[in-house]
């Protein structure tokens, strides 16, 4: 019950700025009572202290001195980077960047225990410094196998593919761990369709590569898509039957190939080879 009520809490906070950015916000946040009676909230891009006004974010920037997320930049392809950061090094920024997802994330509960979360924050850099594009969150030890806990794309960066990218990403993540992953539900309507699409395209371009002749425990190994995940994908695209007691794949190539139209476009690719990383020990 508890939860339902903060579920349903009227939004508090209408926009924030944040960048170069003014920001329409979706959702309540539960941010500290003292903010709650201010329309709009200042951001600094950098450290996501929030302030409600002006004139303090501008004092603020003169003397903030961070050009980007704190943490490791653990990947760089042109402008884009990655960044880690471990949420109990960083305790301020990782609580800070739970405030502002929550504004765009529904039915999720804020953890306030950021000390158990890695963020990996994306960002595009100028010689402005690095700027935030979107992040996820993953826990440090996952019992049910989460590779990813929320995932967020600032709306003024969203349907340009960097969803599917941090998607990706964090599977490329699970890969170097020798895990399969799966997201931690519910997912949210625009999530679902983003993993829906990034789902049904790697695993048609498998499947197009080996004519169909592949187990569903062969796809997750070379994905690290959690077996019920590519199930439930190949299901909803009809390309599953179930013979002998045994779910099988039965693809004909001009299917697959209508499909994969289907499935739009490919988004950013992340180039393994500039992502520098060991799994969390
Ligand atoms: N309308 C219709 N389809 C959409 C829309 C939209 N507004 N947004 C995304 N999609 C679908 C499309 O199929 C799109 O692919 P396409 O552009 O090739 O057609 C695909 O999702 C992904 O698009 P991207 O550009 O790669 O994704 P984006 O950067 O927009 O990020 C995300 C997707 C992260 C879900 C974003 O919409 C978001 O931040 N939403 C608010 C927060 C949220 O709901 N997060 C997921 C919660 S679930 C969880 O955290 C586990
Ligand atoms: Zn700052």
Redesign the pocket.
Known sequence: LREHEEFTKVKNIAKIELGRYEIDT?YFSPFPPEYNDSPKLYFCEFCLNFMKRKEQLQRHMRKCDLKHPPGDEIYRSGTLSMFEVDGKKNKVYGQNLCYLAKL???H?TLYYDVDLFLFYVLCECDDRGCHMV?Y?SKEKHSEESYN???????PP???????????AFSYELSKKEGKVGT????????????YR?YWTRVLLEILKKHKSNISIKELSDMTAIKADDILSTLQSLDLIQYRKGQHVICADPKVLDRHLKAA??G?LEVDVSKLIWTPYK
């Open positions: 979706w765009f994330l529904d999720k979107g996820f990813l806990a929320c995932i967020l794309t600032l960066y969203q349907r340009k593919g960097y969803g599917k990218f941090l998607i997201p931690e539900r519910p997912l949210s309507d625009l999530g679902l369709l983003s699409g739009g476009r988004g």
